[in-house]
């Protein structure tokens, strides 16, 4: 059985240039595996990724979130967060050991303090202090 990640990729245009860029846009694992998902956004006052994933069901989870390199995920959510959400550097979501629930929809999207901008609506997350 293959596990496929369709990764859709936000081109969130703010102001004229910024926007933030998902790769790879689709895998496809086996059971087992491990995925690395990448996810870098070119917005100078931008300090946080948010990771989330889209069921077939529909439904929208928070996984986590990257505050400059500091990583937060969620209660439940096995995955790993590396790297930074600063400008221009790559935020990485690795999910290993992968079931066939990780079939889904993975969404990346970039922000400034609770502020959300992306495609889509979601519940906030917590504010970290
Ligand atoms: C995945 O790993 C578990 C534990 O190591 C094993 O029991 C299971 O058979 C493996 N599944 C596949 C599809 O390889
Ligand atoms: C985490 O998983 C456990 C066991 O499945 C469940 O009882 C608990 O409610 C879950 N917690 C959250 C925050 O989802
Ligand atoms: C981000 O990761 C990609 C793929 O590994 C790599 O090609 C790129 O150079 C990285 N960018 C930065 C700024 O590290």
Request: hydrophobic share 35%; aromatic share 8%.
């Amino acid at each position: 059985m293959l596990i496929l990640f369709l990764i859709l990729i936000h081109n969130i245009h703010l102001v004229s240039g910024n926007s933030v860029h998902q790769t790879p846009a689709d895998m496809y694992k086996n059971p087992n595996e491990t995925a690395t998902l990448r996810c870098l956004h070119t917005i100078s006052t931008y300090n946080r990724i948010l990771w989330y994933k889209q069921s077939q069901g529909g439904q929208l989870q928070l996984l986590g979130y990257m505050w400059g390199s500091r990583p937060t995920l969620e209660a439940n959510v096995s995955a790993t967060l590396d790297g930074s959400a600063d400008e221009n550097k790559n935020c990485t979501l690795t999910i290993e050991k992968l079931q066939q629930d990780s079939n889904a929809v993975y969404f990346c999207a970039a922000s400034l303090h609770s502020v959300i901008y992306g495609c889509f609506s979601a519940q906030k997350p917590h504010h970290h202090t």
